[in-house]
């Protein structure tokens, strides 16, 4: 079954601590993405990566970090600078850029505890 | 700068009609446009994409028809049915140092009404 997945689905995040958001993909996809989603709005990007053991900043990556040391995987970790992490992080990932169609993850809903 | 708009936050349509919903988009160098369906927690779903040496393009119930004269894209859902309500997002792709970074709307809700 192939697909991406990502973990958990629900992540509650106390003052001060990193956490971090799971994101694997199995369609053998060489881009992957980060977005982030606040209510009743569209996707923002936060990083994306083209290919493994690089990445870039995408319109508001301050207060996040990436990394991409295999193709299937792109964690997110959510840093304790940014000070408004509470949104629906959805992953993405297609074959190499450009014009590749992106498929979605089902989210992760972090929350502030 | 860039921004994909969509022309009406909310549209309402009774079960078998067909449902029109829009969006205009402001970088004339963007040359790759998707369709994405997004229910409720869920991420979004693709619908259908449509490239810029292209003016309308049908799938299963769905049509995307492109109007670059005037930055326009519209997504046509025939026969309406209650699984289609949904956030619906336009977006856009291309343009300087096309590095494959989407540009997504705010989002279309639509409403199937029984």
């Known amino acids: 079954d192939g697909g991406i997945t990502q973990s958990p689905k629900y992540l509650f995040r106390k003052e001060g601590q990193n956490v971090t958001l799971s994101c694997e993909q199995n369609?053998?996809?060489?881009?992957m993405y980060w977005y982030r989603q606040d209510p009743g709005q569209g996707l923002r990007l936060i990083y994306y990566s083209q290919i493994v053991n690089d990445f870039q900043k995408g319109d508001i990556a301050e207060g996040y970090s990436v990394s991409r040391e295999k193709k299937e995987s792109f964690p997110l970790t959510v840093t304790s600078a940014q000070k408004n992490p509470t949104a629906f992080y959805l992953c993405?990932?297609?074959?190499?850029?450009?014009?590749?169609?992106?498929?979605f993850g089902p989210g992760t809903r972090l929350l502030v505890l | 700068g860039e921004s994909v708009g969509l022309h009406l936050p909310t549209l309402s349509v009774q079960e078998g009609d067909n449902s029109i919903i829009n969006c205009a988009y402001s970088n004339s160098a963007s040359d790759y446009f998707i369709w994405y369906k997004q229910e409720s927690g869920k991420g979004p779903q693709f619908i259908i994409d449509?490239?810029?040496?292209?003016d309308k393009r049908q799938g299963q119930r769905v049509t995307v028809l492109l109007n670059k004269t005037v930055k326009h894209l519209s997504l046509q859902i025939a026969a309406t049915q209650p699984g289609d309500s949904a956030v619906y997002f336009c977006?856009?792709?291309?343009?300087?140092?096309?590095?494959?970074?989407?540009?997504f709307g705010q989002g279309t809700t639509l409403q199937v009404k029984p």
């Open positions: 369609l053998n996809h060489d881009a």
């Open positions: 449509i490239r810029s040496n292209m």
């Open positions: 993405a990932s297609s074959k190499r850029t450009p014009q590749e169609t992106q498929y």
């Open positions: 977006a856009e792709m291309g343009g300087s140092g096309n590095t494959g970074k989407l540009i």
